[in-house]
């Protein structure tokens, strides 16, 4: 049996244990010991981060050959078009190539705790939100795309990882659950 955290990292923490400056880590909510990241989340985006015991479920979740699509909520700057979303969907040219067909759509409503500090807003610049599902993993990929079709991204949560949910967890909230096989059965 394997042992999985569900981690909601909140904004401005790092997805490591330990650092030298006096930023947030994982270990200012993880106390359990012998756990570590599968995956990570950059420190300004928020949301669903695995912790596991088993090394070989910790390669498997992280590889993206198995693909276990990771679904992201962007609050993006501007009324984003379908036009955009069409294109985030059928795959974007980045400086480092060309990412996956993902799948695209517009959020209308999305209950999430607030952001510590606020997200910067414009008076005359509405936003909106967008859900994105990857099936790899490029740095910083959901920026980056979502920048490359006009609507920069403000706000990133993960919202979840293959099977797994953030559903239930405020900022700094974990449970626990258990994974019969590093298989993800």
Known sequence: MARLILLNKPYDMLSQFTDQG??????DCVQ????????????DSEGLLLLTDCGKLQARISDPKHKLGKVYWAQVEGDISEQA????????????????????????EVEVWPRNPPIRERKLIPTSWVEL???EGKNRQVRRMTAAVGYPTLRLIRASIGPWQLEGLLPGESRMVEVASPGLE
């Open 22 to 27: 006096d930023r947030q880590t994982l270990a």
């Open 32 to 43: 359990e010991k012998g756990f570590y990241p599968a995956g990570r989340l950059d420190r």
């Open 85 to 108: 979303l069409m294109r985030l969907a059928e795959g974007v040219l980045l400086k480092d190539g060309q990412t996956r067909p993902a799948q695209a759509r517009r959020l209308l």
């Open 133 to 135: 599902t990857l099936f």
